[in-house]
């Protein structure tokens, strides 16, 4: 598994490191696809892998797709490809890996976990009621239809008014569309705004009994082998809601599944060439670029470069048209609105995959889709893209924004946070380059600002009210990296008046995300814990120098607690909380294994 290649990297002097990455890596100017893609796993780990001699695994080092960095990393007999370090979620803590089994792991079991399927026929039964369903359907319009856009909104109204009416006479089909609706929806939901839809059961437990009716139904209809673009539908439906629930490699991996059904019912062909009707092509553009959207997503939180960028496919953008201006029958589109619609949060990412893949600027070299982390672009040339972009995305969208519109002030925030995010993928310090301590100063602070604002950009879209029934999409965009980041730096200016400021952002961000004071067990959230511990001890010696009192953040105590009754141990070696904790002040943050998070066991990064 990685953790034990970053453990014994992180244990070597940096510039041995970085000679090693540089003497393994192609010196070719283009971009290389790397031997090992097209090489069966057993005969690359004899390929350019490095044995280091000490018990850890081997790895490879070469060429990524887009010239970068890319890894091959073998540990007990498996192996793991990773084309970027920095953009995958932070590690995982150590922990008792003797007494913590799979069920205490925190990520909830999918569809390629065991299902029981006993009760298929009777499945019908587990609907909600008429009115309930009603009341859900009217919910899915407002917090999911407008950050989706998978189908038209009057196409499946009369299939759910069928589930209200009468269950049982549903096809496999339209039952597990169903269920996949009442699932999202519950997500999208407070506890408290759900208790007024559904009475019962509380919605942790709503969201456990709808997922497995999700996917019992999804067996049932063969999900993994269907030619029906209602089962893909309600397939994507049940990915977009376990995307922060299930292990990000599960979701990857179905994915997958997802993009091979699209690929045999024809959907990365564009409609209009294959003779459909004008309404049918323009759905299938609809789930073809959310479907592509979200690969990109789930690609970009485990490392990977997602190969939908270098695919050759032609299905065109959905049109900037409200659902209501398309119907049964219609001969042609009509012409695109020229303000913002109902599909305006759906176009504006879709039309940054499509800046990516359109002929790029001359000054690029061909195919170099991926220019954000390209060795082959400068960085004045990343900076006036990112500019265009930014121009680009307020001619097109920001511009028609209205302050009273919910929809048009997620866009805003939106735009702006990932702009953000693309400074700081441009800026951030590469494995092979240098640790935080040795940037400049002015790239040091100009991250850590950028850091800041994507984080207070993720708490403005959690804490503003008009938007809060888009809260649910937001936290799939939640920057760990410079979550990450901030928290370092906090360490390394523990002494400095920022510091405070620094604390009262991440005590912020901790009591919001749902996850990070939500999901104790999970390997990512323990290592995050972890790191906020450690980042205040090393405040608090400081502070106990000074006069004045200065309360701990909540945060912090909140850590502490878990940290001590879920994974820690005094009693075990490497495991108390009052360690050395000097690592941090020389913490690089590219050598973060951002993967392990996703092995089966935990890693420890900061022992």
């Given at each position: 598994m990685l953790r034990e290649l970053l453990m014994a990297e992180?244990?070597?002097?940096?510039?041995?490191?970085?000679?090693?990455?540089?003497?393994?890596?192609?010196?070719?100017?283009?971009?290389?696809?790397?031997?090992?893609?097209?090489?069966?796993?057993?005969?690359?780990?004899?390929?350019?892998?490095?044995?280091?001699?000490?018990?850890?695994?081997?790895?490879?080092?070469?060429?990524?797709?887009?010239?970068?960095?890319?890894?091959?990393?073998?540990?007990?007999?498996?192996?793991?490809?990773?084309?970027?370090?920095?953009?995958?979620?932070?590690?995982?803590?150590?922990?008792?890996?003797?007494?913590?089994?799979?069920?205490?792991?925190?990520?909830?079991?999918?569809?390629?976990?065991?299902?029981?399927?006993?009760?298929?026929?009777?499945?019908?039964?587990?609907?909600?009621?008429?009115?309930?369903?009603?009341?859900?359907?009217?919910?899915?319009?407002?917090?999911?239809?407008?950050?989706?856009?998978?189908?038209?909104?009057?196409?499946?109204?009369?299939?759910?008014?069928?589930?209200?009416?009468?269950?049982?006479?549903?096809?496999?089909?339209?039952?597990?569309?169903?269920?996949?609706?009442?699932?999202?929806?519950?997500?999208?939901?407070s506890d408290k705004e759900c208790d007024g839809i559904i009475s019962g059961p509380r919605r942790l437990l709503l969201l456990d009994a709808f997922q497995a009716a999700v996917e019992a139904s999804l067996l049932a209809v063969e999900y993994f082998a269907t030619s029906d673009l209602l089962v893909l539908q309600a397939f994507l439906l049940y990915l977009l809601a376990i995307r922060n629930r299930a292990r990000p490699a599960t979701c990857f991996s179905l994915m997958g599944i997802a993009v091979r059904v699209a690929q045999r019912i024809g959907l990365h062909r564009d409609g209009s060439l294959l003779g459909l009707s004008v309404v049918q092509a323009e759905e299938r553009r609809r789930v073809w670029w959310q479907m592509q959207h979200m690969e990109i997503m789930i690609s970009q939180v485990l490392g990977c470069l997602s190969m939908t960028l270098y695919a050759g496919w032609d299905t065109k953008l959905p049109a900037n048209l409200d659902d209501n201006d398309i119907h049964p029958g219609l001969e042609a589109l009509p012409s695109e609105r020229s303000d913002l619609t109902s599909i305006s949060h759906c176009l504006w990412r879709y039309q940054v995959l499509y800046q990516q893949r359109k002929p790029r600027h001359p000054d690029l070299p061909p195919k170099d889709f991926a220019w954000l982390t390209s060795s082959h672009v400068s960085m004045a040339q990343k900076d006036a893209f990112i500019e265009q972009t930014e121009r680009t995305m307020g001619e097109m969208f920001v511009q028609h924004c209205?302050?009273?519109?919910?929809?048009?002030?997620?866009?805003?925030?939106?735009?702006?946070?990932?702009?953000?995010?693309?400074?700081?993928?441009?800026?951030?310090?590469?494995?092979?380059?240098?640790?935080?301590?040795?940037?400049?100063?002015?790239?040091?602070?100009?991250?850590?600002?950028?850091?800041?604002?994507?984080?207070?950009?993720?708490?403005?879209?959690?804490?503003?009210?008009?938007?809060?029934?888009?809260?649910?999409?937001?936290?799939?965009?939640?920057?760990?990296?410079?979550?990450?980041?901030?928290?370092?730096?906090?360490?390394?200016?523990?002494?400095?008046?920022?510091?405070?400021?620094?604390?009262?952002?991440?005590d912020k961000v901790c009591s919001i995300h749902p996850k990070l004071t939500g999901a104790p067990e999970r390997p990512d959230i323990i290592a995050i814990g972890r790191l906020i511990v450690r980042a205040w001890h090393k405040r608090q010696q400081y502070l106990q120098m000074l006069p004045q009192q200065i309360e701990k953040p909540w945060c912090v105590t909140k850590m502490e607690r878990e940290l001590k009754f879920s994974v820690y141990n005094s009693e075990v070696p490497g495991t108390d909380l009052s360690e050395d904790t000097d690592n941090l002040i020389n913490f690089d943050f590219d050598m973060i294994d951002w993967s392990a998070c996703e092995q089966d066991g935990y890693a420890q990064v900061l022992d």
């Open positions: 992180y244990r070597r002097d940096p510039d041995q490191v970085t000679q090693s990455a540089l003497s393994n890596s192609t010196t070719s100017t283009e971009p290389l696809v790397p031997d090992v893609l097209s090489t069966p796993c057993k005969s690359a780990k004899s390929q350019n892998i490095k044995d280091l001699r000490d018990g850890s695994p081997r790895t490879a080092i070469v060429r990524s797709l887009n010239g970068e960095q890319a890894r091959l990393v073998e540990h007990d007999e498996q192996t793991t490809y990773i084309d970027s370090w920095s953009e995958a979620k932070p590690p995982a803590a150590k922990s008792l890996e003797s007494s913590v089994g799979p069920a205490y792991r925190g990520f909830c079991n999918t569809l390629l976990d065991a299902v029981n399927t006993e009760d298929v026929d009777t499945l019908y039964l587990r609907h909600p009621s008429a009115q309930e369903i009603d009341k859900l359907w009217d919910r899915y319009l407002i917090s999911v239809h407008p950050m989706t856009k998978l189908f038209f909104d009057w196409e499946k109204e009369p299939l759910l008014k069928r589930a209200a009416e009468n269950p049982q006479a549903l096809s496999k089909a339209e039952q597990a569309f169903s269920f996949a609706v009442y699932f999202i929806t519950i997500l999208s939901l209205k302050l009273l519109n919910p929809l048009h002030v997620s866009i805003q925030i939106g735009i702006g946070a990932f702009i953000l995010a693309m400074k700081r993928v441009v800026h951030q310090p590469g494995v092979a380059n240098t640790k935080i301590l040795e940037l400049p100063e002015r790239e040091r602070e100009e991250f850590l600002k950028n850091s800041i604002q994507s984080l207070e950009y993720y708490i403005l879209g959690q804490t503003t009210q008009s938007v809060a029934q888009f809260r649910w999409h937001n936290e799939s965009y939640f920057q760990w990296p410079a979550f990450v980041y901030v928290i370092i730096e906090a360490s390394h200016r523990a002494t400095t008046s920022e510091a405070s400021s620094l604390w009262t952002l991440i």
